[in-house]
């Protein structure tokens, strides 16, 4: 069974600080990942993707890969309670044939005032 | 330019009924996703088209659910003789397809349909 585990939170910050959502994935083909922000009662919206190693910032966003460890996360810099929402990771498990995104359950990121 | 467009936004209907969502695709983009989210779980692939290619009905969850596009544009999802566990936010995204390279196909989701059968 291919996987995609999220922490479902609420994961709780104060405004200002940094937030780290973690993911992890089980097949070691994925090679591209994908951030996903869903405010409630509203459809998922990208904010990022990452496909090599390292880092990759976009704003206040940072998206970190490590593909030995299977593992992908998100940072948030600079917290605002507009950030308040669910995020979800998503890969494509490329030995399946099925061309489409495996989200994990999302992690509830409430960030106080 | 314009985004994934979906109608209805919401749907009621009576158990046993059938059901028609439809999903216009952001212009340009070949490849088009149904997913189904019901509340509080994660998104649940139902269907995959791309250009004219047999379409990927691996995710429908029932011989009750059917999906078409046609001209590959605008796509259809029907449900037939509806059960309350049909009740969900139904999401459509599409994409392009860059040099044929799945890693990287970003999809773009439109607003959903919430279907709700009492």
């Known amino acids: 069974q291919k996987e995609v585990e999220q922490n479902s939170g609420p994961l709780s910050v104060p405004e200002g600080a940094i937030a780290s959502l973690n993911c992890t994935y089980s097949d070691r083909g994925s090679q591209s990942f994908f951030w996903y922000r869903q405010y409630s009662g509203k459809s998922p919206e990208l904010i990022m993707f990452?496909?090599?190693?390292g880092d990759k910032e976009d704003g206040r966003f940072t998206a970190q890969l490590n593909k030995a460890s299977q593992y992908v996360s998100l940072l948030i810099r600079d917290s605002q309670p507009s950030d308040s929402a669910t995020y979800l990771c998503?890969?494509?498990?490329?030995?399946?044939?099925?061309?489409?995104?495996?989200f994990g359950s999302g992690t509830r990121l409430q960030v106080q005032p | 330019g314009a985004g994934v467009s979906q109608s209805p936004s919401n749907k009621v209907t009576e158990k046993g009924k059938d059901v028609e969502l439809r999903c216009d695709p952001i212009?340009?983009?070949?490849?088009l996703y149904w997913y189904r989210q019901s509340l509080g779980q994660g998104l649940e692939f139902l269907i995959y088209?791309?250009?004219?290619?047999?379409?990927?009905k691996s995710g429908l969850p029932s011989d009750r659910f059917s999906a078409e596009r046609t001209g590959g544009s605008v796509s259809t999802l029907t449900i037939q003789r509806t059960q309350q566990e049909d009740s969900a936010v139904y999401l459509c995204a599409s994409s392009s397809i860059r040099g044929g390279l799945l890693s990287t196909d970003t999809q773009y989701f439109g607003p959903g349909t919430r279907l709700t059968v009492l």
């Open positions: 998503a890969t494509y498990f490329m030995d399946t044939g099925r061309r489409a995104l495996t």
């Open positions: 212009s340009g983009h070949t490849a």
């Open positions: 088209f791309q250009g004219n290619s047999a379409p990927d």
């Open positions: 990452i496909y090599s190693n």
